[in-house]
């Protein structure tokens, strides 16, 4: 099972179809002149609702990390009343390991503003927001660049081929962030979008019924807005004809992983980057195909499937299928954004979660405590373990205080520290001797012997 | 980067008579940002963004002078600067110099840049040198983990560093 021909990357050199020296800016007569912007004049002659109808058909699930499906979100908006809707984009890429975005923005970017348009139209939103983060300047000003010709070739503003939404001109803005992590998950998004600190915002309300300006908005990731104009093409069955279909005899409330997906594969490998695969793709065959085996001729030891907030998968667990339900069968808590970070037999499991706990402690945002504390508590006790002076009872308290951190225990408001909770606990779970190895049991002097004189 | 405190009873504003916020600048923002947001609130960010751009860093005059141009209150905007990492506050050098420290330059070695730049140039990360050209930067991933490890420097991203090359980075600078 392999990608036949490359979708997302069709315009973008990516091995085994092209070479990584190659890619270079698609400006927008060569995006038209390869068939770019047809999906949008086929939206643009179906009925909006026909249009979700289709995404969901597809059961595309959102690439940013959550993997909810797109086309369901787009149907919870409530009726038109006449007033603005929004749509944010999250190009707020920031989980470490993941780089893929950037490449869809900073070679093909009228690939996203097409998408974009389509959700627009099918979802009746007048005005969008590319929220990137404030890292990406290179990709900014591309990105700049690329909706000026836009509006210059009625993609949006006054008189464009979307015509008016609710009563306005449609339009299109990119939105610097400033540097923080957490301005990626959507409801922060939002906040910083209004002008505040990027702080998560309690649901429900669910940003498509009150979301960025108390109006209905919808967040979606770049690459999900990028997949949409080849399902529009193509077809929902074309788009279900990749990927890993849902268990035999599951209901069809189960969502499955259909279509291709962008990998971006970092650490201990000969060629790292980003690939595109079908969904259920072997991590080995990503190694070893894609990226060229490991870097120097070691040996894999353990890889991170999706961003470092998805948990590591072990020793034992270099063939698992990358797709959606990693997680259930591998103990991880996910795909995450596909951002693949490989690491050989030589890494220190200690430091690597000390790594990962440090990210964590300095992004929370603070508003909850037990995040703003807890990740910081997990980070100085991995100090400690690395300097050598842990004690086993510090192992306790860490997965402890892992598994009390985070949504899913109920105890914050949003995912982050659950993202400190995975990668903590599973790394500790799964190389618990490296651990050890590392700490000294406790002693327990006993006060008489302190007594004696 | 929630936590900023500062001594509000005791704190004076050093203040020029100069705005920091031109009227040029007003004119342009009130153009091209504000119509782009149902609130001026929304606004910001970008506005910060100007205002840094232009002066390197915001004093908190400036801080003040966009928040009478947002029609908010001076707090609130500093509310907002100080959560976000690339808002200064006091000064910065010239060339700020922003190594990744994530998990993908860590494992391909991020360290031994931190500790060439600060062999070089005599600073700590967060210090700025002495003749204000530059300041050493630790950050959380820059989105470049498959040529790693990766230093940004003001707006350029420079990959596949080695200490080598970002030596020869650092002496091209002026």
Same mark, same amino acid.
């Given at each position: 099972?392999?990608?036949?021909?490359?979708?997302?990357?069709?315009?973008?050199?990516?091995?085994?179809?092209?070479?990584?020296?190659?890619?270079?800016?698609?400006?927008?007569?060569?995006?038209?002149?390869?068939?770019?912007?047809a999906?949008?004049?086929?939206?643009l002659?179906?009925?909006?609702?026909?249009?979700?109808?289709?995404?969901?058909?597809?059961?595309?699930r959102?690439?940013?990390?959550?993997?909810?499906?797109?086309?369901?979100?787009?149907?919870?908006?409530?009726?038109?009343?006449?007033?603005?809707?929004?749509?944010?984009?999250?190009?707020?890429?920031?989980?470490?390991?993941?780089?893929?975005?950037?490449?869809?923005?900073?070679?093909?970017?009228?690939?996203?503003?097409?998408?974009?348009?389509?959700?627009?139209?099918a979802? #009746?939103?007048?005005?969008?927001?590319? !929220?990137i983060?404030?890292?990406?300047?290179?990709?900014?000003?591309?990105?700049?660049?690329?909706l000026?010709?836009a !509006?210059?070739?009625?993609?949006?503003?006054?008189?464009?081929?979307?015509?008016?939404?609710?009563?306005?001109?449609?339009?299109?803005?990119?939105?610097?962030?400033?540097?923080?992590?957490?301005?990626?998950?959507?409801?922060?998004?939002?906040?910083?979008?209004?002008?505040? #600190?990027?702080?998560?915002?309690?649901?429900?309300?669910?940003?498509?019924?009150?979301?960025?300006?108390?109006?209905?908005?919808?967040?979606?990731?770049?690459?999900?807005?990028?997949?949409?104009?080849?399902i529009?093409?193509?077809?929902?069955?074309?788009?279900?004809?990749?990927?890993?279909?849902?268990?035999?005899?599951?209901?069809?409330?189960?969502?499955?992983? !259909?279509?291709?997906?962008?990998?971006g594969?970092?650490?201990?490998?000969?060629?790292?980057?980003?690939?595109?695969?079908?969904?259920?793709?072997?991590?080995?065959?990503l +190694?070893?195909q894609?990226?060229?085996?490991?870097?120097h001729g070691?040996?894999?030891?353990?890889?991170?499937?999706g961003? +470092?907030? %998805?948990?590591?998968?072990?020793?034992?667990?270099?063939?698992?299928?990358?797709?959606?339900?990693?997680?259930?069968?591998?103990?991880?808590?996910?795909?995450?954004?596909?951002?693949?970070?490989? %690491?050989?037999?030589?890494?220190?499991?200690?430091a690597?979660?000390?790594?990962i706990?440090?990210?964590?402690?300095?992004?929370?945002?603070?508003?909850?405590?037990?995040?703003?504390?807890?990740?910081?508590? %997990?980070?100085?006790?991995?100090?400690?373990?690395?300097?050598?002076?842990?004690?086993?009872?510090?192992?306790?308290?860490?997965?402890?205080?892992?598994?009390?951190?985070?949504?899913?225990?109920?105890?914050?408001?949003?995912?982050?520290?659950?993202?400190?909770?995975?990668?903590?606990?599973?790394?500790?779970?799964?190389?618990?001797?490296?651990?050890?190895?590392?700490?000294?049991?406790?002693?327990?002097?006993?006060?008489?012997?302190?007594?004696t004189r | %980067?929630?936590?900023?405190?500062?001594n509000?009873?005791?704190m004076?504003?050093?203040?020029?008579?100069e705005?920091?916020?031109?009227?040029?600048?007003?004119?342009?923002? &009130?153009? &091209?940002?504000?119509?782009?947001?149902?609130?001026?609130?929304?606004a910001?960010l970008?506005?910060l963004?100007?205002?840094?751009?232009?002066?390197?860093?915001?004093?908190?005059?400036? +801080?003040?002078?966009?928040?009478?141009?947002?029609?908010?209150?001076?707090?609130?905007?500093?509310?907002?600067?100080?959560?976000?990492?690339?808002?200064?506050?006091k000064p910065?050098?010239?060339?700020?110099?922003?190594?990744?420290?994530?998990?993908?330059?860590?494992?391909?070695?991020?360290?031994?840049?931190v500790?060439?730049?600060? #062999?070089?140039?005599?600073?700590?990360p967060?210090?700025t040198?002495?003749?204000?050209?530059?300041?050493?930067?630790?950050?959380?991933?820059?989105?470049?983990?498959?040529?790693?490890?990766?230093?940004?420097?003001?707006?350029?991203?420079h990959?596949?560093?080695?200490? &080598?090359?970002?030596? #020869?980075?650092?002496?091209?600078?002026?």
């Amino acid at each position: 099972m392999a990608l036949a021909e490359p979708v997302l990357l069709k315009r973008i050199p990516t091995p085994p179809w092209g070479d990584f020296a190659d890619r270079k800016l698609v400006p927008y007569e060569q995006y038209v002149a390869t068939g770019g912007y047809a999906a949008l004049d086929q939206a643009l002659a179906m009925d909006p609702k026909a249009v979700i109808e289709v995404v969901k058909a597809s059961e595309l699930r959102g690439r940013g990390g959550a993997g909810f499906p797109a086309g369901m979100k787009w149907s919870f908006l409530p009726p038109e009343d006449g007033g603005r809707r929004f749509l944010a984009v999250n190009a707020d890429e920031s989980e470490p390991g993941t780089f893929k975005d950037r490449v869809i923005i900073e070679y093909d970017p009228h690939l996203l503003l097409e998408g974009i348009a389509i959700c627009m139209h099918a979802c #009746r939103l007048d005005t969008a927001y590319i !929220y990137i983060r404030g890292e990406y300047h290179h990709q900014r000003h591309v990105l700049e660049k690329a909706l000026r010709e836009a !509006y210059e070739h009625k993609i949006f503003g006054p008189g464009s081929r979307l015509g008016q939404i609710n009563g306005r001109d449609v339009h299109c803005y990119v939105h610097r962030g400033a540097g923080a992590y957490i301005c990626g998950e959507e409801t922060a998004l939002l906040e910083s979008l209004e002008g505040k #600190r990027g702080w998560p915002r309690i649901k429900p309300p669910f940003p498509a019924v009150a979301g960025a300006f108390a109006r209905p908005t919808i967040i979606n990731n770049v690459e999900t807005l990028a997949t949409v104009p080849f399902i529009l093409e193509r077809g929902a069955d074309w788009f279900k004809s990749m990927g890993t279909p849902r268990p035999e005899g599951a209901p069809p409330t189960v969502p499955a992983s !259909y279509g291709p997906k962008l990998f971006g594969i970092s650490g201990h490998v000969n060629r790292p980057g980003v690939y595109e695969e079908e969904l259920g793709v072997k991590m080995s065959t990503l +190694i070893e195909q894609h990226c060229q085996g490991m870097r120097h001729g070691k040996k894999y030891k353990a890889a991170i499937p999706g961003g +470092i907030s %998805m948990g590591v998968l072990g020793p034992d667990e270099y063939d698992a299928m990358l797709d959606f339900d990693v997680g259930k069968k591998h103990n991880c808590l996910g795909l995450g954004t596909a951002g693949v970070i490989v %690491m050989d037999e030589d890494t220190d499991m200690v430091a690597v979660a000390r790594n990962i706990a440090r990210f964590f402690s300095h992004e929370s945002c603070g508003q909850c405590t037990p995040c703003r504390e807890g990740t910081n508590w %997990m980070y100085r006790i991995l100090k400690r373990i690395e300097a050598g002076d842990g004690t086993t009872k510090d192992l306790d308290l860490l997965l402890e205080i892992a598994g009390s951190i985070g949504a899913m225990p109920g105890t914050t408001i949003c995912g982050l520290a659950d993202g400190a909770n995975w990668a903590v606990r599973t790394i500790l779970n799964k190389f618990w001797h490296e651990f050890e190895s590392r700490v000294t049991k406790e002693r327990y002097v006993s006060l008489a012997v302190l007594n004696t004189r | %980067m929630a936590w900023i405190t500062k001594n509000s009873a005791t704190m004076q504003i050093d203040r020029r008579e100069e705005p920091y916020l031109s009227e040029a600048l007003k004119a342009k923002l &009130e153009q &091209e940002v504000i119509p782009r947001f149902p609130t001026r609130q929304a606004a910001t960010l970008p506005v910060l963004h100007a205002l840094q751009e232009e002066h390197g860093w915001l004093p908190y005059q400036a +801080i003040e002078e966009a928040a009478e141009f947002l029609q908010l209150p001076a707090s609130r905007v500093l509310d907002t600067a100080t959560f976000y990492e690339e808002f200064w506050l006091k000064p910065k050098g010239r060339y700020v110099i922003w190594i990744c420290q994530s998990l993908s330059c860590e494992l391909l070695g991020n360290r031994q840049l931190v500790e060439a730049v600060q #062999r070089k140039l005599g600073i700590g990360p967060g210090q700025t040198t002495d003749d204000g050209r530059f300041t050493l930067m630790n950050v959380e991933c820059l989105g470049s983990c498959g040529t790693a490890p990766c230093a940004l420097i003001n707006e350029k991203l420079h990959e596949n560093l080695t200490v &080598e090359n970002l030596d #020869r980075v650092l002496d091209s600078l002026e």
